[in-house]
């Protein structure tokens, strides 16, 4: 697996899934395990979703 996510996109995700997880524990919802997604490609540095839609954020250099 390339890695597809780039820095500025990492970081919205990890910011958008701790929100969501933390959303979730304050509500009380299990909807919340939703952030694990965001969080996990956050962590690994890549997207299944980008290479079926042709993104990458990585930049021309992406190894």
């Known amino acids: 697996m390339k890695q ?3 820095t500025a996109d990492k970081i919205v995700r ?8 933390g959303w979730g524990v304050v509500a ?3 909807l ?6 965001p969080l996990a490609t956050a962590l690994m540095g890549f997207c299944p979703l ?4 042709g993104m990458n954020t990585c930049g021309k250099n992406a190894a």
């Open 50 to 53: 980008y290479p079926l839609v």
């Open 14 to 21: 990890i910011i958008l899934g701790v929100a969501l997880i």
């Open 4 to 6: 597809n996510v780039g």
């Open 28 to 30: 009380g919802n299990w």
């Open 32 to 37: 919340g395990a939703i952030g694990i997604v």
